[in-house]
């Protein structure tokens, strides 16, 4: 069994929908039911707290239901998922939040809760943000890109800053200039640079280095805690590893795409980069050592994957002939805790620290903890066991995800899921799915476990 604090051989003891006790090895009492985990990891089930099923983007929404995207998400030994309810401008964050509710109740296969994309600040979201944090939903995510849709001022981050600061909610901040880089975009497209990899060479990194920054000193000055999402660049991980050391409360994910695939990927000719397109865009490759660096370093808390799939035949192919209509978003919610694996078998991270980036800390960052991201008595039953030797090849002819590509296709793993439980319910094991959608439960979360 691995817990982020260390692993120790320990038999299991499941009870209804929780965890009743870790016995010595060999003092098992009787069960209804044994699942086997010798020479395998137990592991607490996997938590992406970046997740975006069927989000209107661009004239489109994402391809995954929230039955299928957290179908997939079982199937990965993910077993919460924290996405994202989206305020359309000039509506309330309350009508946004039961829309998201319509939405996900009565439809997830695992437990999932909520964050809000706050797109329209005024008076009354700022109030609302309160009536958020009483229904679970306490962290906040908000734009520094996208002028003219999500795009806040600095004015406005203050402010819904000042407010998180009172509440105790966290900021949650997509930190790219958008101001800057429209003019880039616009500057690409008049000299007749259409192709998927503009998209990644008028996002430079220097620019999202900027924003972080410039967010970091926004949550100094209000004393709001920050959680920067999606980070991908070296110079916004500096800007993150020096917030850190002085103390602040600022935080930060990556996502597997940042850590595996690169600008290269972005360049693949015939539209094929349009697969890769997302915001902040993929780097070049030597950004990844840093990444992983900031793993271990500990400047970068949790990985999620910003799961957002648009399907390659019908909705990638909006921006054909202009990159900027590229819906964005990159596909990976089924293989976050496998490709995290690699980083073991790589020699990149620890054992612990794999279980503690994929599900400790994103419980704990997200008010989940002790309830969810530990293997403990009275903790959620949601277990995966973990076979570290088993091999697979990442494909979409075989993932379980609503799109038609798999970003990282041929891609050889070491190590696969073997049995997930959501709530002490086998929901994977060898013969397949055996979930049911409705069994999702969702979470009311508590604050961030982690201010100081
Ligand atoms: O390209 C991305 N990341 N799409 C999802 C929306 C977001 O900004 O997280
Ligand atoms: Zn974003
Ligand atoms: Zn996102
Ligand atoms: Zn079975």
Redesign the pocket.
């Known amino acids: 069994m691995v817990n982020a604090t260390g692993a120790v051989a320990a038999d299991v003891l499941v009870e209804g929908e929780k965890i009743a006790a870790l016995l010595t090895p060999g003092f098992a009492i009787a069960a209804d039911r044994v699942v086997d985990a010798a020479g395998k990891y137990v592991i607490p089930g996997g938590i992406d707290a970046h997740t ?1 099923m069927e989000m209107p983007f661009g004239g489109t929404f994402s391809a995954d239901t929230f039955a299928s995207g957290t179908t997939a998400a079982a199937w990965g030994g993910t077993t919460t998922i924290i996405d994202f309810a989206v305020q359309a401008k000039g509506t309330s964050l309350m009508s946004t939040l039961d829309k998201w509710h319509t939405k996900a109740d009565g439809n997830c296969a695992v437990d999932y809760g909520f964050h809000m994309i706050v797109s329209d600040v005024n008076d009354t979201s700022l109030k609302e943000m309160e009536s958020c944090a009483d229904a679970g939903v306490n962290s906040f995510k908000m734009f520094m890109a996208y002028p003219g849709v999500f795009y806040a001022t600095d004015g406005e981050i203050l402010r819904a800053m000042q407010k998180a600061r009172e509440i105790g909610g966290t900021v949650m901040m ?1 930190a790219e200039n958008g101001i800057a880089i429209d003019q880039l975009v616009a500057q690409a497209l008049a000299r007749g640079r259409t192709a998927p990899v503009e998209h990644g060479l008028t996002r430079p990194p220097e620019l999202e280095g900027e924003a972080t920054s410039r967010a970091i000193t926004l949550a100094a000055v209000t004393g709001a805690p920050l959680y920067v ?2 980070l991908s660049a070296a110079q916004a991980l500096d800007a993150v590893a020096r917030a850190r050391d002085t103390g602040q409360n600022v935080f930060a994910e990556t996502c597997p795409q940042y850590l595996y695939l690169s600008l290269e990927d972005l360049a693949k000719p015939d539209f094929e980069g349009a697969k890769y397109v ?2 902040p865009p993929l780097r070049p490759r030597e950004h990844q050592a840093e990444l992983w660096r900031g793993l271990r370093t500990n400047d970068l808390s949790v990985v999620s994957t ?1 799961h ?1 799939p648009f399907c390659f035949k019908d909705q990638k192919e909006l921006g054909r002939g202009n990159f900027a209509k590229i819906p ?2 990159i596909p990976g919610v089924e293989h976050r805790v496998d490709l995290l694996h690699q980083g073991v078998v790589r020699g990149e991270i620890s054992l612990e620290r794999w279980v503690e980036i994929s599900s400790t800390t994103p419980a704990r960052m997200f008010g989940l903890h002790p309830r969810k991201g530990v293997i403990a008595p009275g903790a959620d039953a949601d277990v995966v066991v973990y076979d570290p030797r088993a091999r697979q090849t990442i494909s979409a002819a075989t993932h379980h995800m609503a799109v038609d590509y798999s970003a990282y296709e041929g891609m050889e793993l070491t190590g696969k899921v073997d049995t997930v439980l959501s709530r002490g319910r086998v929901v994977v094991d060898a013969e397949g799915f055996h979930g049911r959608i409705g069994h999702g439960r969702f979470l009311t979360r508590e604050l961030n476990q982690y201010l100081v």
């Open positions: 975006h997509h999402v999606h997302a915001s910003d957002c964005n978003g």
